[in-house]
């Protein structure tokens, strides 16, 4: 029997609850994201339409177009309502991995091809440490760029590590 995931699950029973952190488009999990976020992200006068700025997530899916959204509401917000270009949800450059200190791809890439390495994690882990981090209101999934700095972690950022793919999806 074909193996179905637990959140493919629960979407194909319609079992999806007002308060659910499932987006329907892609039916993966979002990762829920503060007021100032929401506030600092989506466009006027889409801002100004919805009631509650609370309980809304971060759909965290390359290929969906869904950026947050909230069951409970019933509001989906997609790429053309947010304000900044999402990195995980964009395929072109300029593609941002880091927003509280500037890194996109490109950057990162150009480091590479350069140098062979490239500093993005150091950098960044440094002023994250510092304090300077606020991704709150800077990063539009709310929340610091876990993934790179724990991929980052007793690995070097070489370019063998470092395929588009991948990069894609930090
Ligand atoms: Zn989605």
């Known amino acids: 029997m074909e193996k179905i995931n637990e959140s493919e699950h629960r979407f194909c029973n319609g079992s999806i609850s007002a308060g659910s952190s499932i987006c329907r488009k892609c039916s993966n999990e979002g990762k829920p994201v503060k007021e100032i976020t929401i506030k600092s992200f989506v466009k006027k ?78 950098e960044i882990s440094a002023k994250v440490k510092a304090g300077e981090c606020a991704c709150e209101v800077n990063n539009p999934a709310g929340t610091r760029i876990h993934h790179l700095l724990n991929l980052a972690k007793g690995k070097t950022f070489s370019p063998g590590w470092c395929s588009i793919p991948r990069l894609a999806q930090l």
């Open 45 to 122: 006068p889409r801002l100004e339409s919805i009631k509650i700025l609370d309980g809304f997530y971060f759909c965290e899916t390359p290929g969906c177009e869904v950026v947050y959204f909230s069951n409970e509401q019933d509001i989906y917000l997609d790429k053309a309502d947010v304000s900044v270009r999402v990195g995980i949800k964009e395929t072109d450059d300029p593609i941002p991995i880091c927003y509280c200190f500037g890194w996109t791809r490109k950057k990162i890439l150009d480091q590479l091809k350069r140098q062979g390495f490239s500093t993005a994690v150091q």
